[in-house]
Nanobody, 125 residues
Framework: QVHLVESGGGTVQSGGSLRLSCAAP????????MGWFRQAPGKQREGVGH???????TYADSVKGRFTLSQNDAKNVLYLQMNSLKSEDTAMYFC???????????????????WGQGTQVTVSS
């Protein structure tokens, strides 16, 4: 079992910024596919963005141009820089990951097997 450690959530005013971090244990013979999901009260969980095995990020339309994904050199820490936050970004944010051998494509993010406990992001208007 891989334990993901999330941090960086909090309360911010509309238009403000937050940065979330998700750390996974280092692996010597593979890499992590990693992404962020969020779930607001009464709504279904939705993907925010993920990075594939080539390091290419993909974003949900609702966050494009405002959120940016990045990783550390070891590719075991995923950052989500959130700018121009809106009230509709308020949700519990979850990090998800899947380990794959180097050179193998990542599965669909909905199939990632490791999940963090979540960190709350609240945007006040």
């Amino acid at each position: 079992q891989v334990h993901l450690v999330e941090s960086g959530g909090g309360t911010v005013q509309s238009g403000g910024s937050l940065r979330l971090s998700c750390a996974a244990p280092r692996v010597s013979d593979g890499l992590y596919c990693m992404g962020w999901f969020r779930q607001a009260p009464g709504k279904q969980r939705e993907g925010v963005g993920h990075i594939d095995s080539t390091g290419t990020p993909t974003y949900a339309d609702s966050v494009k141009g405002r959120f940016t994904l990045s990783q550390n050199d070891a590719k075991n820490v995923l950052y989500l820089q959130m700018n121009s936050l809106k009230s509709e970004d308020t949700a519990m944010y979850f990090c998800a990951a899947e380990s794959v051998p180097r050179g193998q494509a990542c599965p669909d993010p909905s199939e990632f097997g490791y999940w963090g406990q979540g960190t709350q992001v609240t945007v006040s208007s």
